[in-house]
Structure formats: C-alpha cells, structure tokens
C-alpha cells in the first residue's frame, strides 16, 4: 500500500479528530516531496469531493468552503506524511476521508484539474450530534 490513512472515528459534533496519511513504495516517482497532496472525502450516496490540498513544500494550501476555517492540511517531508487537522466538526462532515497523491500542482487539485497518482484507502470519521 503507498498511501494509508489513519486517525478515523466516531466524534461528537464540535469535536475534534487529526487524520495522518503516511506514504510508502511511491514508485512511479520515489520523492515524496514531489507530490502535492490532497484530501478528499466521500458520504453516502454522494460523489467523492475535494477538501484541502498541500503544494509540494507544504507552503501552500487550498481548502473547500465546507471546511475553510476549520481544517487545517499540513506536511512533514522528512516523515512522509500528510496531516488533516479537523476542528468544529459537523455531522455533515461524516464521510470516508481519502488521501490522495499527485504530481499536479496543489492549486490545480483545486480546481479539479489535477491527475491523482496515487489513492489511500480511505477513513471513516462519524460525527453524530
């Protein structure tokens, strides 16, 4: 497996829960800083969506309005990892989360132009209110 999410529960709602996503074996490109990262996530009877993405140095990031405010995507090169800090969580926030690696640029992940390399699993996060 190459990318693996971690960190997924069942959380009351205004909680809080930090995804991890730890990368491994990235064959087509082996350096991990060379990818920008993304989070997307998907609910039930819904289309999977976007929501945050961290450029390749982890300077910058983007975030979908749902979350603007609330979730904070951050990097660690040296570790490999990808972080989703969820704060002020909602029940609409319920959804599987996936990680998601890609030799697009963050801003065009954004955009929904970006082309994802490379998939996690996915993680369930629950908010009940």
């Known amino acids: 497996e190459r990318l693996v999410e971690s960190g997924g529960g069942l959380v009351q709602s205004g909680g809080s829960l930090r995804l991890s996503c730890a990368a491994s074996?990235?064959?087509?490109?082996?350096?991990?800083?060379?990818?920008?990262m993304a989070w997307f996530r998907q609910s039930p009877g819904k289309e999977r969506e976007f929501v945050a993405a961290?450029?390749?140095?982890?300077?910058?990031?983007y975030y979908a309005d749902s979350v603007k405010g609330r979730f904070s995507c951050s990097r660690d090169n040296g570790k490999l990892t990808v972080y989703l800090q969820m704060d002020e969580l909602k029940p609409e926030d319920t959804a599987v989360y996936y990680c998601?690696?890609?030799?697009?640029?963050?801003?065009?992940?954004?955009?929904?132009?970006?082309?994802?390399?490379?998939w996690g699993k996915g993680t369930l996060i629950n908010v009940s209110s």
């Open positions: 961290t450029s390749w140095s982890g300077a910058t990031t």
């Open positions: 074996g990235l064959t087509y490109n082996s350096t991990f800083a060379s990818y920008a």
């Open positions: 998601a690696g890609s030799l697009s640029h963050a801003y065009e992940i954004f955009r929904g132009t970006g082309t994802i390399r490379y």
